[in-house]
């Protein structure tokens, strides 16, 4: 029996499991899930009552993995195609790990941040709060610029965790706070992310979704759905 998978093609987090998946090879049955669904919302809460996808319900094995590290980690122990996402060696493995929190705390975390402040009411958001969103973010590129030296991919010497939390926190992030132009490696490093088929994917299927984007004004012109829902 196959995993299933409860996502949405438009979350970030999602896309990080996403691309895992794609990329290891591992089958699974993937289970589209809309909030404002009152049927979808109690389907994932059933399984995990925070109701924050993606979540990832392994029937066979009595498991529902939360959290796209976890759910990643995971993978790796169980399928062969997904083992190389978390490297045998330690150091390496340890250096994955890190770069995989660097995405989610230094890049993900303040995106998020600038996009709910948007869905938000204008008499409640949080000017302050997205401005220092804002210098997060370009205080993170030269970190992962650093990193990147010398390197093709962020934490190993193959793809791995690392790279699945990379692509989707540097997506966002660059619509919202460019990548300055200087950062050489960085831009060379997302334009390898983006050639990866299990990206190209991801990126094909969420496009349709990306007018919901609350910055999809500002999304650059190749990534701009072509075709309706």
Do not use: N
């Not at 299933?4 to 499991?17: E, I, M, Q, V």
């Amino acid at each position: 029996m196959e995993p299933t998978l409860y996502f949405h093609p438009l979350a970030s987090y999602c896309w990080k499991a996403l691309i895992a998946l794609y990329d290891s090879g591992v089958a699974f049955t993937p289970r589209l899930v809309d909030l404002g669904k009152a049927d979808d919302r109690a389907a994932l809460q059933a399984l995990w009552p925070p109701a924050r996808f993606p979540v990832l319900h392994d029937a066979a094995q009595g498991r529902v993995l939360p959290e796209s590290t976890i759910l990643i980690e995971y993978l790796a122990e169980r399928h062969p195609g997904a083992a190389a996402l978390l490297p045998t060696d330690a150091r390496e493995r340890l250096d994955v790990r890190l770069w995989d929190r660097v995405c989610d705390d230094h890049l993900q975390d303040p995106m998020q941040k600038i996009v709910g402040d948007r869905l938000r009411d204008a008499a409640v958001r949080d000017p302050h709060g997205v401005a220092e969103a804002r210098t997060a973010l370009q205080r993170a590129y030269p970190l992962f610029e650093q990193q990147l030296a010398g390197r093709t991919w962020l934490a190993s010497d193959g793809f791995s965790l690392a790279d699945c939390a990379a692509l989707p926190a540097l997506f966002y992030a660059s619509i919202l706070e460019p990548i300055p132009d200087g950062l050489g490696a960085l831009h060379a490093y997302f334009e390898r992310l983006l050639l990866r088929p299990a990206v190209q994917r991801v990126l094909e299927e969420a496009r349709p979704w990306f007018r919901f984007f609350p910055f999809a004004d500002a999304m650059p012109a190749r990534f701009v759905a072509t075709e309706p829902l």
